[in-house]
């Protein structure tokens, strides 16, 4: 299981965490690993596929009062796509949305009691 932290209203491409995954196969022979996002929540984030390096999706919403959590299934899967003997894993990754103070101007006002 990752994990990982983000303010809310963080806007694309800002990075939220690395994922790796190991094959003991010769990288020409099914060796290459290739990573996708699985989840109700995955199009607010997205995947290089060959790195592994998780940011938010152009145009994602994250707001904390809204979801305080994100959790979202990372596939690694070995290559060539598709192939018969090609083997996948998942794992997860928990995104914590972290409060941002969205108002900058906070005044008080004096009540006679």
């Known amino acids: 299981m990752y994990k990982g932290n983000i303010t809310e ?6 990075p939220i965490v690395k994922v790796e ?9 099914y ?4 990573y996708s996002l699985k989840g109700p929540q ?14 938010v999706a152009p145009g994602a919403i994250l707001d904390r ?9 990372i596939v690694a899967s070995d ?16 995104i914590k949305v972290l409060d941002e103070n969205e108002y ?3 005044t008080t006002t004096a009540v006679a009691v």
């Open 9 to 14: 209203n963080a806007e694309y491409p800002t």
């Open 21 to 29: 995954a190991t094959d003991a196969d010769d990288s020409t022979n």
């Open 31 to 34: 060796g290459a690993i290739r």
């Open 42 to 55: 995955s199009h607010l984030f997205t995947i290089d596929e060959l790195t592994g390096l998780i940011r």
């Open 65 to 73: 009062e809204k979801d305080s959590e994100h959790t979202i299934s």
């Open 79 to 94: 290559t060539p796509s598709n192939g018969p003997f090609q083997l996948r894993t998942t794992s997860q990754l928990v």
């Open 104 to 106: 900058d101007n906070f």
